[in-house]
């Protein structure tokens, strides 16, 4: 049965699946940051923790404020219907374990203990966004008492409006003398091994392989991965296909900031270095 059959209204198809991509998004966003950190705690202790340190920021950022955006703005309406107030009950305790799980990754004292709260949240996040696209907005979406769509409306209000909050927040503690920049800064130099400058070699550089990433969380996983690699240093991306689309949309993304090398040509993978200016 398609999403349209199941909504009441277009314009409520429509913002179920907005929402299933935007929870996409943020699975993958979060998946690539995820890999990089596992990667990274195997070869480069330093490298690992400025990894955990961007993960940290990225939830802070963007995971942890779409989960009590979604409290206010979307389960009022879903925890009033009967057959789903029991569900509801248990995302929010979720979204109190993710809270937990951000914490102890924010004060892991080694790089393996960071990797294994950084691996829990990542599969407690896909199993909670499941329940979500699976049961909850598509509920919603066939009530025709309900207007998924204004839902979903307040519940982007509600993350635009924390944004703005923060963001006023760390303008006034900068203008202190306080940097609140969330990610660290980055020091320039080097091209993480794509040139024979002396940068880092291959063997020490982390490797993304998306071939069994599913297709609709594959951009976002490369796009949070590339997020985790720091300036003068590289990763290196397996596809099942020359991923030129992605490539296309990396430059769009950031222009200028990430040069390209095939190390392999299929027919089986593509292998390419990416380096990060």
């Not at 991965?225 to 992605?246: K, Q, R, S, W, Y």
């Amino acid at each position: 049965m398609s999403v349209l059959t199941l909504a009441s209204a277009p314009e409520d198809a429509t913002a179920l699946e907005t929402a299933s991509m935007h929870h996409a998004r943020l699975a993958g966003e979060l998946a690539g940051r995820v890999r990089m950190l596992l990667t990274a705690v195997d070869r480069d202790g330093g490298a690992a923790e400025e990894i955990r340190r961007g993960l940290v920021a990225f939830c802070d950022r963007a995971l942890l404020p779409h989960a009590e955006a979604e409290e206010a703005g979307l389960y009022p309406a879903a925890h009033g219907m009967p057959e789903a107030r029991l569900l509801v009950e248990s995302l929010i305790g979720e979204h109190r374990c993710l809270a937990a799980l951000v914490d102890s990754l924010r004060a892991a004292p080694t790089p393996a203990g960071a990797a294994a709260d950084a691996r829990a949240l990542q599969v407690l996040f896909e199993e909670h966004l499941a329940k979500e696209n699976g049961i909850v907005l598509p509920l919603l979406a066939m009530t025709p008492e309900v207007s998924l769509a204004a839902l979903l409306a307040d519940t982007h209000r509600r993350l635009a409006d924390d944004a703005s909050v923060k963001s006023a927040r760390g303008n006034r503690n900068t203008e202190k003398g306080h940097d609140m920049r969330e990610e660290p800064v980055e020091e320039s130099g080097g091209c993480g091994g794509v040139c024979a400058c002396g940068g880092a070699e291959e063997a020490a550089e982390p490797e993304l392989d998306v071939r069994e990433v599913p297709h609709a969380l594959r951009h976002a996983t490369v796009f949070g991965a590339l997020d985790a690699v720091p300036a003068g240093t590289a990763m290196v991306l397996v596809a099942p296909h020359d991923p030129l689309p992605l490539l296309a949309q990396i430059e769009q993304r950031s222009p200028g900031i990430f040069s390209v090398e095939y190390l392999e040509r299929g027919p089986e993978a593509w292998r390419l270095r990416i380096g990060h200016h």
